[in-house]
């Protein structure tokens, strides 16, 4: 079974610029979340999605950052435009469901680094 | 607020040492969960070991188990006969109990672990 894949894995782009990372969950996994690791710091949550729809999104730092997930399938996060302090590494994770049976877990993808430079 | 904290930046071991990597948090919460995850080189984190805080025993999972102190807030993490592939960062992280749980992970800075042959 294909585990979390996300894309690209590594992505240098100069401030001002656009970038969208992709995740593809797990096939079945209603539950999809990105966190992000700025350097040197926590990983911090970004937002959560089950199937289509925002079901937390406390965590977006701004509204340079869009996320979706159409057709409940891969999830996309656009930053727009790219600013120095977003750099670092962005995680995807894919739960089968939010009930938090013994077995539950999230699966998280390579993650995606991003350098604004 | 919820915060968890892992106090050592870097560890390093040699092959077949045990090594105990240490975590701490702060929550008012009664019920939650903690867990350690496991990020190698490759970058895919890996949930390692979880533990439901109503559970007074503490979790195992062959080589790896903790040491939970409810009432100190403490949760470490020991590897036994420590192997080359644990070289890994390895990131404590927090979970509050819901009936219906969002999945909101609170983490650690992360502990590099450096096992020498």
Redesign the interface.
Known sequence: EA?VTQFP?HSVIEKGQTVTLRCDPISGHD?L?W?R?VM??????LL?FVKESK??ES?MPNNRFLAERTGGTYSTLKVQPAELEDSG?Y?C?S?QT???ADRN??F????TRLTVV | AQT?TQSQPEMSVQEAETVTLSCTYDTSENNY?LFW?KQPP??????VI?QEAYKQQNATENRFSVNFQKAAKSFSLKISDSQLGDTAMY?C?FMK??????????????TKLIIKP
Request: zero cysteines; aromatic letters at 22%; hydrophobic letters at 35%.
């Open positions: 585990g894995s539950n979340y966190y690791r040197g710091k926590e990983i911090k949550f959560h079901q937390d965590g590494v995680f994770a739960s939010t009930m938090f877990e999230a998280f993808g390579q993650g | 968890v969960y995850y490759s970058r895919q984190m890996i949930l979880r990131f992280a109990h819901f009936p219906d749980s969002n999945y909101q992970l609170i983490w650690g800075a992360g």
